[in-house]
């Protein structure tokens, strides 16, 4: 023990020498920036050495260092202990590495965007079968509707501009609330054109389309989750087969025939039964080759929505023409 604690041999506390294998005092002082022995030992629960430089590979005292105080500056430069920066022991890290409470990875952000479009689909969807119930069961708004043709074509100018204004225009279907509000007017658009289409078949035909609509929708909507075929490689030849079903269309409006209409309408259902595993694993990305900006929500959910809108159109049109 040296009888004048902090006074060492050779030049005080400047680096030595120190005794190779001796018990510093105890609690320090400790020598500037060391050396220290190399074999220990120190004081049980002493305090620090100043600038934290400690012993290589030297024994530390039973039960460690005495808590570090309030502005401790460690050797390596970092910020003291319980000042801005310092980091704490890192018991919040998982074995994967992975910081606990914390999930700002690509999969966390992907769920959140698949949660929003499909919260959006389900409110379209509502105000669609809102509208389609009122055309079918309020003869008043029939009758209107029958009165007022021109309603038609304002809500399909409507639905055509609010369509390319989103489709072309990455502004307005990325900031809110402009998106939010071209969607809306979009949706109550189409679903009073929907409402007009569906008043010309009878209740349950159409109820029958929304039953089969839905089925075909959830089974290929889980198909697409869960295949290993990545359709998103398929645009260019879903781009073909719709170029084929627009010529198609115009074909049956002049050669009209209920196999040619049977035929016309199965080919479109299919085709945009492809589109909505497409789109579906568009939005999904993970190991897809293609994928959506978690930013395009709204286009997401319109995607998703006309191809369910298209499905149930083409069945309809199925169901009546195998009526008639």
């Keep these: 023990m040296w009888q004048n604690p902090g006074v060492y041999p050779g030049d005080q506390n400047q680096g030595g020498p120190y005794p190779q294998g001796g018990a510093y005092p105890q609690g320090g002082p400790y020598p500037q920036g060391g050396p220290y022995p190399q ?19 030297g024994a530390y005292p039973q039960g460690g260092y ?26 919040s890290v998982g074995e994967d590495g992975e910081v606990k409470g914390f999930d ?21 969807l509502m105000v669609t079968m809102g509208f389609i119930a009122l055309f079918l069961y309020h003869r008043p708004t029939k009758v209107w509707v029958a009165q007022n043709p021109f309603m038609f074509w304002v809500a399909f ?27 809306a007017i979009f949706t109550a658009a189409q679903s009073f054109l929907l409402g007009i ?42 781009l073909c087969a719709t170029i084929v079903l627009l010529v198609f269309g115009i074909v049956a409006i002049f050669v009209k025939g209920k196999v040619i209409t ?26 897809h080759k293609y994928s959506i900006s978690p930013e395009e929500y709204i286009f997401a959910a319109l995607n998703l929505y006309l191809d369910i809108i298209n499905i149930f159109l083409f069945i309809l049109t199925i169901i009546g023409a195998s009526r008639d």
């Design 104 to 124: 700002f990875t690509e999969k966390s952000i992907r769920r959140a965007f698949i949660r929003k479009v499909y919260a959006i689909l389900m409110c379209q």
């Design 197 to 238: 289409s569906a008043s010309v078949y009878e209740a349950d035909a159409v109820l029958m389309a929304v039953g089969i609509t839905a089925a075909v929708c959830l089974g290929l909507t889980l198909f697409a989750l869960q295949t290993k075929w990545d359709f998103t490689m398929m645009g260019g030849v879903l």
């Design 262 to 287: 049977l035929v016309y309408a199965s080919l479109g259902a299919l085709i945009f039964s492809i589109y909505l595993v497409y789109d579906t694993q568009l939005m999904m990305g993970g190991k």
């Design 157 to 183: 100018i409507v639905l055509i501009v609010c369509l390319i204004a989103m489709a072309c225009c990455p502004d307005v279907r990325r900031k809110a609330p402009t998106n939010f509000i071209f969607l």
């Design 66 to 91: 005495a808590p570090p105080q309030p502005g401790f500056q460690p050797a390596y430069g970092g910020a003291g202990y319980g000042e801005p920066g310092y980091i704490p022991p890192n018991d």
């Design 39 to 57: 074999g220990g030992g120190y004081p049980q629960g002493g305090a620090y050495p100043p600038g934290g430089a400690y012993p290589p590979g």
